[in-house]
């Protein structure tokens, strides 16, 4: 492999000040909205996989504050408990943002990690690919590709910090390389610096530890089967290294991560079979069209129905996104003529196989559609790995590909200039003929620059075309209900509130409130794949029916004896203390669950009496002490609840129908009231 020129260290320090710099303007530029707007009022939805995120960032500071687990937590799902190792927490970015949570909130601890997210990550890339390639700019192309690719981008707008903060997969790929190829460092100190970095990427996202030590996997045995029928002797020479080092790497991390492994597997709040119960294993891989196609298709799911969605469940709110695995026809045409080209460089054939073989596996898997996943895709861990995601990996060989293309091209240009220049010398006998005049020794450089980046150009330009709609993002302000802002950090110490709408996998709404409120209370539901029926274990009935009624794209529950009996035992088992209904006033649509009104009249049967009315919302004390439900039909029902909504007597009026079961009573109360 190419060896980089030796650089005096001030250089070095002034080529990744003005590299970062640079990237940091262009991550400014996607998140533009944010900092206008102010980093602690706005987000891309305080919804969704984006509001657990926050709640993550939320709970590192507070458990490292008030000396909690900062893996596990009764705040949610009370009380049994959530195990963030098996949700998408993001353990090594909260903590890492700890100062920026405690002085200004979770809320600005998000926007400061997605803004950083694209930096470090084209840093990260851009210091690997110095390793390989002698023109800087080719390496700051390369880490832009990466570091602003569509898998870090289209994650971060739908609030998947988890999986776009791929920064340390291009520090893996350095130590492999040391570890397999260079081997000028001591083993130990290699060892140690991988088994580091494992341990890091599985606090932020352990799906992806699995994804990398697949592909990792699969490239040493590319290299081992390579070496091997190449120079059998040189492999035996430098084995001793590579498990030596690697010996260490395993040591490391078996050591760092015996606790983390333990409670992933057996400890509190342990989900046991597919995580995400709800999932088809293979189903949300991708199509063939994903890597040029500019609208993104995540299985049996596409970008248009997330857009369509989200305005009643909450999301990202801009323009339908390219898939996430996007290449674009540009970056794969430069890639293959690139290898074509320079077919003996041994570079392009290891990442372009690798990045073959990892595009291939992260094809969609499943009935009558076969693919090499689809051996491993019904094993524990492999099942609940969306295979679609591996593009974090074809885009890491891509970016490196795409810059060793642009550095030979300068290369090749600027050698091709030379010999002119230099065979329009040699050629001064009379009678040869005449050559083209060579440019000017001082053009030369320029010429083979401008070569280099018309295929840069050529590559990175369709992703910026598809990805242009949403810069800058779109993102919409965060709302807090006014009684969780005013009243709940007064409320006593262990409360238990049931917020509606209820925190399930479907309906997260009420999920940001308790971080953004410093986590004055815990709640008994919560997202992410605990957050299914099938994980509510003996309450899963009185869940189901929660979840209906706060889901409006679900039927409604009836109001049935059984229903408000199994959600009464649903709330005693849970420990609740209190249960909230906020005002609709300043809420967005997926804030507000099936509406105010109805969430009056849905508890008032639940607990057979009339709520309470406190600043902004609608309360009930002590569930446990209610008196019996009031089952009611479905057309009484829908009289009630259609009553009004949130100002203070129309509240009373829904609620006095439920208790008296009867439309008319509750007119001649509204009747009297305006007399």
């Given at each position: 492999?190419?060896?980089?020129?030796?650089?005096?260290?001030?250089?070095?320090?002034?080529?990744?000040?003005?590299?970062?710099?640079?990237?940091?303007?262009?991550?400014?530029?996607?998140?533009?909205?944010?900092?206008?707007?102010?980093?602690?009022?706005?987000?891309?939805?305080?919804?969704?996989?984006?509001?657990?995120?926050?709640?993550?960032?939320?709970?590192?500071?507070?458990?490292?504050?008030?000396?909690?687990?900062?893996?596990?937590?009764?705040?949610?799902?009370?009380?049994?408990?959530?195990?963030?190792?098996?949700?998408?927490?993001?353990?090594?970015?909260?903590?890492?943002?700890?100062?920026?949570?405690?002085?200004?909130?979770?809320?600005?601890?998000?926007?400061?990690?997605?803004?950083?997210?694209?930096?470090?990550?084209?840093?990260?890339?851009?210091?690997?690919?110095?390793?390989?390639?002698?023109?800087?700019?080719?390496?700051?192309?390369?880490?832009?590709?990466?570091?602003?690719?569509?898998?870090?981008?289209?994650?971060?707008?739908?609030?998947?910090?988890?999986?776009?903060?791929?920064?340390?997969?291009?520090?893996?790929?350095?130590?492999?390389?040391?570890?397999?190829?260079?081997q000028r460092v001591r083993p130990v100190r290699v060892g140690v610096a991988l088994g580091l970095?494992?341990?890091?990427?599985?606090?932020?996202?352990?799906?992806?530890?699995?994804?990398?030590?697949?592909?990792?996997?699969?490239?040493?045995?590319?290299?081992?089967?390579?070496?091997?029928?190449?120079?059998?002797?040189?492999?035996?020479?430098?084995?001793?290294?590579?498990?030596?080092?690697?010996?260490?790497?395993?040591?490391?991390?078996?050591?760092?991560?015996?606790?983390?492994?333990?409670?992933?597997?057996?400890?509190?709040?342990?989900?046991?079979?597919?995580?995400?119960?709800?999932?088809?294993?293979?189903?949300?891989?991708?199509?063939?069209?994903?890597?040029?196609?500019?609208?993104?298709?995540?299985?049996?799911?596409?970008?248009?129905?997330?857009?369509?969605?989200?305005?009643?469940?909450?999301?990202?709110?801009?323009?339908?996104?390219?898939?996430?695995?996007?290449?674009?026809?540009?970056?794969?045409?430069?890639?293959?003529?690139?290898?074509?080209?320079?077919?003996?460089?041994?570079?392009?054939?290891?990442?372009?196989?690798?990045?073959?073989?990892?595009?291939?596996?992260?094809?969609?898997?499943?009935?009558?559609?076969?693919?090499?996943?689809?051996?491993?895709?019904?094993?524990?861990?492999?099942?609940?790995?969306?295979?679609?995601?591996?593009?974090?990996?074809?885009?890491?060989?891509?970016?490196?590909?795409?810059?060793?293309?642009?550095?030979?091209?300068?290369?090749?240009?600027?050698?091709?200039?030379?010999?002119?220049?230099?065979?329009?010398?040699?050629?001064?006998?009379?009678?040869?003929?005449?050559?083209?005049?060579?440019?000017?020794?001082?053009?030369?450089?320029?010429?083979?620059?401008?070569?280099?980046?018309?295929?840069?150009?050529?590559?990175?330009?369709?992703?910026?075309?598809?990805?242009?709609?949403?810069?800058?993002?779109?993102?919409?302000?965060?709302?807090?209900?006014?009684?969780?802002?005013?009243?709940?950090?007064?409320?006593?110490?262990?409360?238990?509130?049931?917020?509606?709408?209820?925190?399930?996998?479907?309906?997260?709404?009420?999920?940001?409130?308790?971080?953004?409120?410093?986590?004055?209370?815990?709640?008994?539901?919560?997202?992410?794949?605990?957050?299914?029926?099938?994980?509510?274990?003996?309450?899963?009935?009185?869940?189901?029916?929660?979840?209906?009624?706060?889901?409006?794209?679900?039927?409604?529950?009836?109001?049935?004896?059984?229903?408000?009996?199994?959600?009464?035992?649903?709330?005693?088992?849970?420990?609740?203390?209190?249960?909230?209904?906020?005002?609709?006033?300043?809420?967005?649509?997926?804030?507000?669950?099936?509406?105010?009104?109805?969430?009056?009249?849905?508890?008032?049967?639940?607990?057979?009496?009339?709520?309470?009315?406190?600043?902004?919302?609608?309360?009930?004390?002590?569930?446990?002490?209610?008196?019996?439900?009031?089952?009611?039909?479905?057309?009484?029902?829908?009289?009630?609840?259609?009553?009004?909504?949130?100002?203070?007597?129309?509240?009373?009026?829904?609620?006095?129908?439920?208790?008296?079961?009867?439309?008319?009573?509750?007119?001649?109360?509204?009747?009297?009231?305006?007399?």
């Amino acid at each position: 492999m190419n060896e980089r020129p030796v650089v005096h260290p001030v250089g070095v320090w002034r080529r990744y000040l003005v590299a970062g710099a640079l990237y940091l303007v262009g991550s400014l530029a996607v998140w533009w909205h944010v900092w206008i707007a102010g980093p602690s009022s706005v987000m891309t939805c305080s919804c969704t996989d984006a509001g657990r995120t926050l709640w993550s960032v939320e709970w590192s500071a507070y458990a490292l504050a008030h000396g909690h687990n900062l893996l596990y937590s009764t705040w949610l799902f009370h009380p049994g408990g959530v195990n963030l190792l098996t949700d998408t927490s993001v353990p090594a970015v909260g903590l890492a943002l700890t100062p920026v949570t405690l002085l200004f909130g979770a809320v600005a601890s998000v926007n400061v990690a997605n803004t950083l997210i694209p930096v470090l990550t084209a840093l990260s890339m851009f210091w690997l690919l110095q390793r390989w390639v002698r023109w800087a700019p080719a390496a700051f192309i390369g880490g832009l590709g990466y570091g602003f690719s569509a898998f870090v981008l289209v994650q971060l707008a739908f609030g998947w910090v988890n999986l776009a903060f791929v920064a340390l997969l291009p520090l893996m790929v350095a130590c492999l390389d040391e570890l397999l190829i260079r081997q000028r460092v001591r083993p130990v100190r290699v060892g140690v610096a991988l088994g580091l970095l494992v341990t890091v990427e599985l606090f932020v996202s352990s799906e992806m530890v699995l994804i990398a030590s697949v592909s990792g996997v699969i490239a040493i045995l590319m290299l081992a089967g390579y070496a091997a029928l190449r120079d059998a002797v040189d492999l035996r020479r430098r084995l001793p290294y590579a498990l030596k080092g690697g010996g260490v790497a395993v040591g490391v991390g078996v050591v760092l991560l015996a606790y983390p492994l333990w409670l992933f597997v057996a400890g509190p709040g342990h989900l046991s079979g597919m995580l995400w119960s709800t999932d088809v294993p293979g189903d949300l891989g991708n199509a063939v069209g994903n890597f040029w196609s500019h609208l993104g298709v995540w299985g049996p799911l596409n970008a248009r129905q997330l857009a369509q969605e989200a305005p009643v469940l909450g999301g990202y709110r801009g323009p339908p996104t390219p898939s996430s695995s996007y290449l674009g026809v540009g970056w794969i045409a430069v890639i293959v003529v690139g290898v074509l080209w320079w077919r003996r460089d041994r570079r392009l054939w290891l990442f372009g196989a690798l990045g073959l073989v990892t595009a291939v596996i992260s094809l969609r898997v499943g009935g009558d559609r076969w693919g090499p996943w689809a051996l491993v895709y019904h094993l524990p861990l492999f099942r609940d790995v969306v295979q679609s995601r591996f593009s974090a990996i074809v885009d890491l060989c891509a970016a490196v590909m795409l810059a060793v293309i642009v550095d030979r091209t300068r290369s090749a240009v600027a050698e091709r200039n030379l010999t002119e220049q230099t065979e329009q010398t040699e050629q001064t006998e009379p009678g040869t003929s005449a050559l083209p005049p060579a440019p000017r020794p001082a053009l030369r450089p320029a010429l083979a620059a401008l070569a280099a980046l018309v295929v840069a150009a050529v590559a990175i330009v369709p992703m910026a075309v598809a990805l242009a709609p949403n810069v800058p993002l779109t993102v919409q302000a965060v709302t807090v209900p006014y009684w969780f802002v005013n009243t709940a950090p007064h409320l006593p110490s262990r409360q238990v509130v049931l917020a509606y709408p209820f925190a399930t996998a479907d309906s997260q709404s009420s999920i940001p409130w308790q971080a953004i409120d410093k986590m004055h209370y815990s709640m008994p539901g919560g997202g992410g794949p605990t957050g299914t029926v099938a994980r509510a274990g003996a309450e899963a009935a009185g869940f189901s029916v929660l979840r209906a009624a706060s889901v409006p794209l679900l039927p409604p529950p009836e109001e049935s004896e059984a229903n408000l009996q199994a959600v009464r035992r649903a709330l005693v088992a849970w420990e609740v203390t209190t249960v909230v209904v906020p005002d609709d006033r300043g809420l967005a649509v997926y804030q507000t669950g099936r509406g105010a009104s109805y969430a009056v009249a849905f508890f008032t049967a639940v607990l057979g009496s009339a709520p309470s009315r406190e600043p902004g919302a609608w309360v009930w004390f002590q569930p446990r002490r209610a008196p019996a439900p009031l089952p009611m039909s479905a057309s009484a029902f829908a009289a009630c609840s259609g009553l009004g909504a949130t100002p203070s007597d129309l509240g009373v009026q829904v609620a006095r129908c439920v208790l008296h079961g009867s439309v008319a009573d509750a007119t001649a109360t509204g009747a009297s009231t305006d007399r």
